[in-house]
């Protein structure tokens, strides 16, 4: 298992679009990705788990990835949250 923190930049945090983004890039790989966000824990590839935490622009999440393509996917996610999710 790996895993990276990240600071969530877009200006409007992780509402419908960016979340979508963000688990559409999330399926595209076989290992399992969950994300930490104050306290709690959800499924990456789920656009109702990330809805639901409610990640607001300069919140601290942690992507943790574990399964056979895990290097790739942590790799990926940072990149996407990074990039400001298509904002």
Do not use: W
Not at 20 to 48: D, P
Not at 59 to 66: G, H, K, S, T, V
């Amino acid at each position: 298992m790996v895993s990276k923190k990240v600071v969530i930049t877009n200006p409007t945090g992780l509402h419908l679009r960016p979340a979508g983004l963000f688990c559409q890039t999330a399926l595209e790989f076989a290992c399992k990705i969950t994300f930490r966000h104050n306290n709690s824990e959800g499924n990456a590839k789920s656009v109702l788990s990330v809805l639901g935490a409610c990640i607001k622009k300069g919140d601290e999440i942690e992507i943790l990835c574990d399964g056979e393509d895990e290097k790739d996917a942590l790799k990926t996610m940072i990149e996407i949250v990074e990039s400001g999710l298509g904002e």
